[in-house]
């Protein structure tokens, strides 16, 4: 088990033709140790070399790698930083972060800046990144401990490669997942794919350090192993197992839970997940309080209103052209999607995908929302509406859905909830990791 903080290596940006930003302070180089540098920079790659130039310091190039290291708590931005990525709320934004910079440059003249900070003072950033900082703080804490600990498991695991099938073709099936390793140059990047890190933009520091210092060193563990503790959004009504959505091996703490006080059953069956997902049931993140959602959400997310049911429609060529973007197979003109495996949440893990050209069963559920959605679908938890014209050759697709994201572990919005009614971090974590204990490791 991990017994003292690490430093991380946060992947910041990547594949950038020009880095810029500003540095709020001085910064040395280990490159050049006489030089300070501040204000505002940029940065470009030429044959493998970076080219440097700051507003006070002047100039450096260096070779494939260059540090700035910060002194006296001074900070930087970088400009055009994306959020969200290949989500529906993508954007870009100029983000302001605490550490040391470092910026490795490669052989095709792209850039990657990397982010070395202390553990906890990155997770002060990525609670108020996944949640508000205005957030109840029993929310905070609960969010400190999981984000602090599916940490320590992907630095013990290293980078594996991501798991996967072979790839789709005619009349394949095409089965995948995606881990959250496949970085080469650094622990874990800033975005969704790994962890929100969206530097001190949005942090309130009297709330969000306070939540750090409060859970300092305090994991989730189960027997004697850190849990892999995952987390989403809005679960929907029910959370989903780890081996529907990853890799199939149980992880007893990543069960399936009613979010709510009173367990309302799993979705074992098709008419099972069309009573679901057309009903509303008393679960925690069923809340359509704006001012509390105003209060637990940060402001991009706040614009997803639909997040705990929803409902998409394509008419028939709208789906073709989405589904050859993303898989890059004609299916002709789509007759149905036919929900083949499903998880207890109400997630489709294998859907059937039936054309006048082919047909192909497509998972897990991350995969199935890219293919169906020109960003993602909310989540894989929905029923088809196959709406025929007369004639039954012309069809439009209506998809009654439910929850936002994989829906594994903690609900976001579901333990905001619990905490706005006065339940403790503790008692959050335990609901949603049964078998779980907190232990402080260091």
């Not at 030429?46 to 070779?63: H, T, V, Y």
């Not at 499903?342 to 995969?367: C, D, F, Y």
């Amino acid at each position: 088990m991990i017994t003292k903080e690490p430093r991380l290596r946060v992947g910041l940006m990547e594949g950038k033709s020009e880095i810029s930003g500003c540095l709020h302070g001085h910064f040395r180089s280990p490159q050049y140790p006489r030089q300070h540098f501040s204000g505002n920079f940029t940065i470009h790659s030429l044959g493998g070399e970076i080219l440097f130039n700051a507003g006070k310091g002047g100039g450096m190039i260096a070779r494939s790698s260059l540090s700035l290291l910060c002194e006296d708590q001074a900070t930087f931005s970088l400009q055009n930083v994306t959020i969200g990525n290949a989500f529906h709320w993508q954007r870009q934004e100029e983000q302001t972060f605490a550490g040391n910079l470092r910026i490795l440059a490669s052989g095709d003249n792209t850039l990657t800046a990397i982010n070395d900070i202390a553990l906890e003072d990155y997770l002060s950033s990525v609670i108020s990144s996944e949640m508000s900082a205005a957030a109840p703080m029993a929310l905070l804490e609960a969010h400190a401990i999981i984000s602090r600990s599916w940490l320590a498991v992907m630095l013990k695991r290293g980078q594996p490669p991501t798991g996967a099938s072979a790839p789709a073709s005619a009349g394949d099936e095409h089965i995948i997942w995606y881990g959250r390793e496949e970085h080469q140059f650094f622990d874990v990047c800033a975005d969704d794919h790994c962890q929100r890190y969206q530097g001190l933009t949005r942090s309130i520091p009297d709330r969000t350090e306070a939540a750090v210092n409060a859970t300092r060193g305090v994991f989730l563990v189960y027997g004697d192993a850190v849990c892999d503790a995952r987390y989403s959004k809005c679960c929907g009504g029910r959370t989903e197992t780890f081996e529907n959505t990853w890799e199939e091996i149980p992880h007893p703490y990543l069960s399936s839970v009613a979010d709510s006080a009173v367990d309302y059953g799993p979705v074992l069956d098709e008419e099972a997940a069309q009573r679901w997902l057309f009903s509303s049931p008393e679960a925690y993140c069923n809340i359509r309080d704006e001012k509390l959602l105003a209060e637990i959400l940060p402001s991009f997310d706040q614009e997803t209103k639909d997040f705990f049911r929803w409902e998409v429609a394509y008419d028939q060529e709208e789906l073709g052209e989405i589904l050859r973007e993303k898989s890059g197979i004609d299916f002709g003109r789509v007759l149905e999607l036919i929900p083949l495996e499903r998880g207890p949440s109400g997630r489709i893990t294998r859907l059937k995908i039936a054309g006048t050209k082919t047909s192909i069963v497509v998972g897990k559920e991350l995969e199935i929302r890219r293919w169906l959605s020109r960003s993602h679908l909310y989540s894989s938890a929905f029923v088809v509406e196959a709406q025929r014209d007369p004639s039954g050759t012309d069809c439009r697709f209506v998809l009654h859905g439910g929850g936002w994201g994989h829906g594994v572990g903690l609900c976001q919005i579901g333990a905001a909830v619990m905490a706005s009614r006065g339940s403790s971090a503790e008692t959050i974590l335990k609901h949603y990791f049964r078998g779980a204990s907190l232990k402080k490791l260091y």
